[in-house]
């Protein structure tokens, strides 16, 4: 199975900063890396698929980028509404896996 | 619009099953796959597997491997994951997802149904 590691496992910051996350693959996975977000209580979603497309009525905040085995998930100028947890997940191979998740709060 | 509506809450003693539902709607049931994902409490995301519906084939995750079963009914636009054998640390929120297919993305999420596995 393709192990994903994310980091930072959790960051504080504040509204209206640049927030990055990395995510890298144990193998190269081409560009077969999601984003998602979750918030308490409810179910993940989708904001970026094949490393750098925006899920439609994404904000353009949002953006990623990648291929091989690093990824960055970036938010550019980071909103209240924001504040949630981050997975990444390849689908280059079966069975897809989920990195262990980034919890951005406020600082 | 796409929803995926799945069944109530749950609780179930150790060793009994479990058969959560997935109705589908606002598109083609059987042009897409659907994922069966889990989320422990306080924990992340982990796949569990998931089913064809138009062929009824399925992919199940090594780790539930002979203690899941994913159906569908067409019929009704439904899918089910079923679990037994259910141990304490099945407790988790269950969710149904749908795959786009683009990049096997996974797009639409059901609401999650909780089950609790306690003596």
């Known amino acids: 199975d393709i192990q994903m590691t994310q980091s930072p496992s959790s960051l504080s910051a504040s509204v209206g900063d640049r927030v990055t996350i990395t995510c890298r693959a144990s193998?190269?996975?081409?560009?077969?890396l999601n984003w998602y977000q979750q918030k308490p209580g409810k179910a993940p979603k989708l904001l970026i698929y094949?490393?750098?497309s925006l899920q439609s009525g994404v904000p353009s905040r949002f953006s990623g980028s990648g291929s091989g085995t690093d990824f960055t998930l970036t938010i550019s100028s980071l909103q209240p509404e924001d504040f949630a947890t981050y997975y990444c997940?390849?689908?280059?191979?079966?069975?897809?896996?989920f990195g262990p998740g980034t919890k951005v709060d406020i600082k | 619009q796409v929803q995926l509506v799945q069944s109530g809450a749950e609780v179930k003693k150790p060793g009994a099953s479990v058969k959560v539902s997935c109705k589908a709607s606002?598109?083609?049931?059987?042009?897409?796959?659907m994922h069966w994902v889990r989320q422990a409490p306080g924990q992340g995301l982990e796949w569990m597997g998931r089913?064809?519906?138009?062929?009824?084939?399925?992919n199940y995750a090594q780790k539930f491997q002979g203690r899941v079963t994913m159906t569908r009914d067409t019929s009704i636009s439904t899918a089910y994951m079923e679990l037994s054998r259910l141990r304490s640390d099945d407790t988790a929120v269950y969710y149904c997802?749908?795959?786009?297919?683009?990049?096997?993305?996974?797009?639409?999420w059901g609401q999650g149904t909780l089950v609790t596995v306690s003596s």
């Open positions: 089913i064809n519906p138009n062929s009824g084939g399925t």
């Open positions: 193998q190269s996975i081409s560009s077969y």
């Open positions: 606002g598109y083609t049931f059987t042009g897409y796959y």
């Open positions: 094949a490393a750098s």
């Open positions: 997940q390849q689908s280059y191979s079966t069975p897809p896996t």
């Open positions: 997802a749908r795959d786009r297919g683009v990049a096997a993305e996974i797009d639409y």
